[in-house]
């Protein structure tokens, strides 16, 4: 005897080899035994076999018109076999009624399943819907296959256009263009980015790039909302100075400026004026929903996304010409010994009288030019007075870094810029630590350091950065973002709150309104501030911007490696020369790119190779390159001179490994790069400049630092 049964949501059939109460023993066609109950059993039959059984049922049951059998079929709850002598009559054996089960279990639109060989028929309008939603769905998937084999045929399809950047960054994944480039990407064996290049979906990797970023951080777009900044106070007084701002000739946010006063006694009162939009914006309001939404300005070659709309910026940029807001910071300094004898900081309006900036400048303003007092610029004596000063606390810093353990910093010649016109870019180098950079550096060190200083002198929580050790002095050190005072030890200063950049930097407003809180209520800051101490919302700006920031750094990064490979196309470099780092970590000689060489064998760091140029995937963000042969060597005459080599590339390396590594973050990359003297600038971004440690050993003031590398593609 064989039987056919249901199991585990299937229909089989098989050869009774025994039966044991209320349960069979059977074996299946392919030999398998199962013990089979007998509620599972709808048929009992001795002919045909059990595998002919299957076959035959799964033919016939193709052959019912499910149209027909729902006519049949009473309104009730039935058993199959009654509505099988309806259909087939005096025909109606084993495999007409297997056939009759399997026919009615495929179609769940005409018949619903009531038990163990029972069905009821669906109500006519359900069954109209659901074939009306079935008939969707056919016509659906043809357009879908048409789709596809478009696609697989490196067409666009029509309905496509316009939509491939939304299929790649937020897809809905329930869609027939969707499903259609899916099955297509899988179809050619790549991915769906690199289908939608082909067939002209895209117009370029970086507008993927551009459009991934953008769909995860300003999925509402980049505009902003109309806004109003509000009243500056009335009681805010002018200042008696001339002050000058240094930046470079794009940028627009410009948050500092500086200013010299010659005193008698053979000293002077230095100014570091800050842009102060603090004074028109109040925490809680719509530009302050708007700053603390964006945290930071971006900034990528040839583009930046400001956190501050157009209007708020220019009402508060220090830009020349005019009487401009400002949070003030004057030290008094010996001009014999370089020492600060006194401190005072003022929010008041400051005459901006230049915007200097460094394309125009930096060939002129030379340590040699200064030290000679030769050539005529804008603000010449006022350098003159800066430059020394600035060295002096540049020294100041190096002895609180050896205190810490900390070697002498040391700094890269070489910068790089980028310049973007169109699908077009111009790398350009720029020396870094020119007399330019270092006093705006070591001025805006000053200002944070002493910032912080103040805010905690007054009991006033304030954001800042600390770097310190973990283990013995000389371990590793890790940069965090805290909200009480604690030193830096890679800056060399004992407490550091970003407080220079608040048009670009949402933790420089907010300290900034801290700073103000103390300046204007003096002891009873701490009630008037509006932050208080263990602010949780203070907490949670810190926590916030750190997570963002260290995002829109990664998009720097990412663009940066995008646009030198972009270069090397763009020249048509088959070959470049490069200087080996450590170990298979390579340095290009003409721009800013770092890239693992594997099988590189062994060199000594400096060692210049020539490197043919394989591959160039600008999707993955990826490149291949091979050594061809040792251009030159360099000659290391002492241990010192290799471990000083060690410590100059270092923080290069670090940022290397962090973007192949995600489980480092960004700024602890950037923190360890910085205590080695690997700072940069937002010019190496978006052709601006301005950095507070620009090129000594500090944080990038608006983009952050290091060689241009990148975590290879997504």
Known sequence: ??????????????????????????????????KVRAKDVLIEFEKPSAGDLIQQADAAAQEIDLDFLW???????????????????????????????????????????????QYQRAPQEQLKMALAGLERKRQQGLVQAEYEEELKAGRLPEALAGKALGLLTKPDKNTIEYKALEAAAAARGISQARLMLEC?????????????????FFPHGTGFAAVTVGALPEDLPDANVEAFS???????????????????????????????????????????????????????????????????????????????????????????????????????????????????????????????GSG??????????????????????????????????????????????????????????????????????????????????????????SQRAFGAPTGPKRT???????????????????????????????????????????????????????????????????????????HQRRMEYFWCLRWLKQENRKQVVASVVKDDLVRLEEIPLLLHVPALGVHARGTRLLMEVMSIDELTVEASVRKLHVLDAPTVTSGAEAEEADEADEGEEELLDAADDSAQSEAEAEAEAEAEAEAGTEANASGESGAEENGNGGEGEDAPAGQHVAEPGQ
Not at 257 to 272: K, T
Not at 409 to 433: A, K
């Open 480 to 554: 965090r973002m805290q909200t009480n005072a604690a030193p830096h030890e890679g800056l060399g200063v004992a407490q550091y709150a970003w407080s220079t950049s608040p048009l670009r930097r949402y933790v420089d407003l907010v300290n900034q309104w801290q700073l103000l809180a103390c300046v204007q209520h003096g002891v009873t800051a701490k009630l008037a501030a509006p932050f208080k101490p263990k602010d949780a919302d203070l907490f949670a700006v810190v926590q916030g911007f750190d997570d963002t920031y260290s995002a829109y750094a990664d």
């Open 1 to 34: 005897m064989n039987v056919f049964f249901e199991e585990s949501g299937s229909f089989k059939a098989g050869s009774v080899l025994s039966r044991q109460g209320d349960a069979f023993q059977v074996e299946l066609p392919g030999g398998r035994r199962a």
């Open 200 to 216: 002209g979906g895209i117009p370029s990797a970086r507008a993927l790039h551009e459009a991934r970023f953008l769909s995860e």
């Open 246 to 372: 240094i930046d470079d000739v794009t940028t627009t946010e410009i948050d500092d400026a500086f200013s010299v006063e010659h005193l008698a006694d053979g000293r002077v009162r230095i100014g570091v004026h800050i842009a102060a939009p603090a004074l028109g914006i109040t925490p809680g309001d719509a530009i302050d929903a708007i700053a603390r939404t964006r945290l930071s300005t971006v900034y990528m070659p040839g583009d930046k996304i400001t956190m501050l709309p157009d209007s708020v910026v220019e009402a508060f940029t220090l830009a020349e010409g005019g009487m401009r807001p400002a949070l003030s910071l004057y030290v008094i300094v010996n001009r014999e010994t370089q020492e600060i004898v006194a401190s005072e900081t003022r929010a008041e309006r400051v005459f901006v009288k230049n915007n200097l900036r460094h394309n125009t400048l930096d060939e002129l303003v030379t340590e040699e030019a200064l030290a000679a």
């Open 376 to 465: 005529e610029y804008p603000h010449k004596d006022d350098i003159a007075v800066l430059w020394p000063f600035a060295l002096a606390l540049f020294e100041k810093r190096q002895q609180a870094r050896a205190g810490y353990g900390l070697r002498r910093e040391v700094q890269r010649n070489t910068d790089f810029n980028f310049y973007v016109d169109g699908e077009h870019i111009t790398i350009t180098p720029r020396r870094r630590g020119s007399p330019l950079d270092t006093i705006v550096a070591e001025l805006a060190i000053l200002a944070n350091s002493s910032w912080g200083a103040f805010l905690h002198d007054h009991g006033v929580p304030g954001i800042y950065r």
């Open 71 to 117: 006519e049949c079929a009473p309104d009730d709850e039935f058993p199959f076999a009654t509505l099988g002598a309806d259909y087939f009559g005096a025909s109606f054996g084993p495999v007409e009624r297997a056939a009759l089960v399997l026919r009615m279990h495929s179609a769940p639109v005409y018949f619903r399943r009531k038990g163990r060989g």
